[in-house]
């Protein structure tokens, strides 16, 4: 199993990006996919997350401005971030949760300046 992230980059307060963490190596839908998140200095923390099913959780400081959703033909899952705060900050990993098994990717990093 192994998980692509991307999307990365820099930009200014109040704009958008959008990551994509696409798995090889499964077959069908991981059980649970989530996006973390590990500003400089701080323990890694959960963004946003989506089950096989389709039910989405969002930390609260980002519920309003960030999406989470998948394209299950791709084996993708995508975080669009709106409206970014340098609290954004961080470098950003997926997780799925397959065959009750955890994997991580790599990491992408967003740099939001104010």
């Known amino acids: 199993v192994q998980l692509q992230a991307s999307g990365g980059g820099s930009v200014q307060a109040g704009g958008s990006l959008r990551l994509s963490c696409a798995a090889s190596?499964?077959?069908?839908?991981?059980?649970?996919t989530g996006w973390y998140r590990q500003a400089p200095g701080k323990q890694r923390e959960l963004v946003a997350e989506?089950?096989?099913?389709?039910?989405?959780n969002y930390a609260d400081a980002v519920k309003g401005r960030f999406t989470i959703s998948r394209d299950i033909a791709k084996k993708t899952v995508l975080l669009q971030m709106n409206s970014l705060k340098p609290e954004d900050n961080g470098a950003y990993y997926c997780?799925?949760?397959?065959?009750?098994?955890?994997?991580w990717g790599q990491g992408t990093q967003v740099t939001v300046s104010s």
């Open positions: 989506i089950t096989r099913i389709g039910t989405t």
């Open positions: 190596g499964i077959i069908g839908s991981p059980d649970r």
């Open positions: 997780n799925i949760i397959y065959l009750s098994r955890g994997y």
